[in-house]
C-alpha cells in the first residue's frame, strides 16, 4: 500500500494551533521537526556525546515544520483535500509501503575488529575466517561494533584479556565490550550504565554468545554521582573499559584506580580530536600513565596503567 506524506512548514509558535487545526481536518498523528527542539535535546544530553554528526544538524537548520501520514485510499485522499484547501502551501508526495521493522537490518553486515574477532548481527551467519564470532542485537543499544570508538576499545584489549582476568565495563552500553572480553578469555565481566535499559540489552547480547549471570553481571546507575554504586562495583579488577565521552572520562580518571588491581590496565575510548589533550592531561594529573595512543578517524584511544 502506498502513503501520502505531507510536510508543512510551520513557525514554532503556531505548531499547536496547526495541530489543533489539521487533526479537525481528520489527520490523527505528526511528526514534529523543529531546529531549536533538537538543540534543546543535545544541549540538555550533552553528558553523553561530544560529537554530532554535521548532516544531522544541517538538515535541522532553519528547520520548523509538520510532517503526517495519509492511507493511499479514498478517506486519506478526502483528507488531503481538506488539508490542501486549509494550507495550500503544503507539500505533497508519495510513499511504498515497506517493512519498516525491519529494513534497518539492511544496514548491518560482519564487521572485523582487531586480530580475533568479528562482530555478527545476531540474524547473520557468521564468515567462516577463523575469528571468533561476536553476535549482537544491534538495535537495542549503544555499541555496536561499527563505530570507532567500539573497535578501538576491543582492538586495545586483545592484549590485555585472557584467562583469569575479570573486567569492569563502565558506560556498557550493549554489554559489547565486556562479551568481547569474556570470548577472548577473560573468567567474567561486571557492567554498569546510566541507562536502565542496558542492564537488559547487555545480558540479552550475553545470552546470544552462551553467556549467563554466572560470567557477566550488569547494573544502572550514575557512578560519577553516587558513590555506593561506585562500592557495590568493588574493586580488584585486572581490566576496566570506559567507552564513554571525554566529559566522563575525565571525571572518572580521579577515581578509575580504585576499581582496579595493582598493575591493571584502564583502557579507555569515546574521545574525539579537540578533547584527547584534555583527557589525556587528566589521566596523567590522576596518576595513570598512557602505554599506547590509537586512533581511528576522529576518535581516539588510551591504554593506561
Not at 515544520?65 to 495550500?88: H, I, K, Q, S, W
Not at 541507562?195 to 547480547?205: E, G, L, S, V, W
Not at 562500592?231 to 580521579?254: E, K, T, W
Request: hydrophobic share 40%.
Amino acid at each position: 500500500m502506498r502513503y501520502i506524506e505531507v510536510s508543512l512548514d510551520t513557525p514554532a509558535a503556531q505548531m499547536d494551533a496547526r495541530c489543533d487545526a489539521l487533526m479537525a481536518l481528520g489527520v490523527e498523528g505528526f511528526v514534529i521537526e523543529n531546529e531549536d527542539d533538537l538543540h534543546d535535546f543535545l544541549e540538555n544530553s550533552r553528558q553523553y556525546w561530544d560529537y554530532v554528526d554535521e548532516s544531522v544538524e544541517k538538515a535541522y537548520l532553519g528547520v520548523s515544520r509538520l510532517r503526517f501520514y495519509l492511507n493511499d485510499d479514498e478517506e486519506g485522499r478526502g483528507v488531503l483535500r481538506r488539508v490542501t484547501d486549509a494550507f495550500p502551501d503544503c507539500t505533497v508526495s508519495m510513499t511504498e509501503d515497506r517493512d519498516w521493522e525491519n529494513d534497518w537490518k539492511n544496514c548491518y553486515e560482519p564487521i572485523e575488529v582487531g586480530r580475533k574477532l568479528v562482530v555478527v548481527p545476531e540474524w547473520m551467519d557468521a564468515p567462516d575466517d577463523g575469528r571468533t564470532a561476536l553476535r549482537l542485537d544491534p538495535g537495542i543499544a549503544f555499541g555496536t561494533g561499527s563505530h570507532p570508538t567500539t573497535k578501538l576499545c576491543l582492538a586495545a584489549m586483545e592484549n590485555y584479556a585472557h584467562s583469569g582476568v575479570k573486567v569492569l565495563d563502565l558506560g556498557c552500553g550493549s554489554g559489547i565490550l565486556g562479551i568481547g572480553a569474556l570470548l577472548l578469555g577473560c573468567d567474567s565481566c561486571v557492567g554498569c550504565d546510566v541507562d536502565p535499559k542496558a542492564k537488559d540489552a547487555a545480558m540479552m547480547n550475553a545470552a546470544l554468545n552462551g553467556f549467563g549471570e554466572d560470567k557477566i553481571r550488569v547494573c544502572a546507575g550514575d557512578i560519577l554521582s553516587d558513590a555506593s554504586m561506585r562500592r557495590s562495583l568493588g574493586s580488584g579488577y585486572p581490566l576496566v573499559l570506559a567507552n564513554i565521552v571525554a566529559d566522563v572520562i575525565i571525571s572518572l580518571s580521579a577515581f578509575a584506580r580504585s576499581f582496579m588491581a595493582p598493575g591493571g590496565t584502564f583502557i579507555c575510548s569515546g574521545i574525539i580530536d579537540d578533547r584527547q589533550n584534555e583527557v589525556c592531561n587528566a589521566l596523567i594529573a590522576n596518576g595513570f600513565k598512557i602505554v599506547s595512543h590509537s586512533q581511528e578517524e576522529e576518535w581516539h584511544c588510551f591504554v593506561c596503567e
